[in-house]
């Protein structure tokens, strides 16, 4: 697969994306928007072959595609699972992503492993852990990860540093870069009553490789209270007005549209799509080198 280009979306800047969809299968492939680039979860896709595969080869021949991998557990008590990785990297070097990322949580402890995405106290012993894992990690995948910051539903006791401080020690020390998650920015600045706008202005914005933006919902329960990063749901104004003051701030960065539930149409997505794709464009010539 030497004839394609593992180099960004587009040679004119970063451009937007979408999550590739087994029901949008057909109209990814034949969809000719520029720069258009889709993203997966490459835990659906370790598999020996079978049609999902086929399909993935057939969008990958004329779309980049970036990993999202949610198996890898970087912040577990424990190194990354060497069968995982190996099939991850095998993955990797058949579809070369542009960019691969992961999570900023852990969900296996010894052979358990949970279907969520849990927080930790930032402790620096925490650092030093989820240092050594990122850079187990990269070594044996032999690529850079860009790491997410999570969505936070409650403020755990123990914590030594800040999220953005936690951040960019882990990038300092592994030459990792992170996938910033605004949508997430928002939904735990508002469980934890904190700014996103601080948040996100002390972020390390040269390491900033992609962005995420989805939607949220109130919890049934809580409302307001207590907002559910459910990607079930349009991306807010709110969001929206971040991820343009983000942009305006840092440059532009390939962005993906995040959705999972409640899937609308190909074209829906599309539309959503083309906001973002509207405000990079927006963003002046001399910020975009
Ligand atoms: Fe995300």
Redesign the pocket.
Known sequence: MNDRSTAGPSPHGPTAGLGLKAQHYEQALACPAAGLWFEVHPENYMVDGGPRLAWLEAVRRDKPLSLHGVGLSLAADQPPDPDHLGRLKALADRYEPFVMSEHLAWSARGDVYHPDLLPFPRTRRLLDQVCDNVSAAQDALGRRLLI?NPSLYLDLRGHEMSEPEFLSAMVARTGCGL?L?I??VFVSASNLKQSAVAYLDALPADAIGEI?L?GHAPDDRWGEDLLIDTHGAPVSAAVWSLYERTMARIGPRPTLI?RDENLPDFDVLMAERGIADAILRQIPEARRA
């Open positions: 997410e996938l998650d949508n997430n995420h989805a995040e």
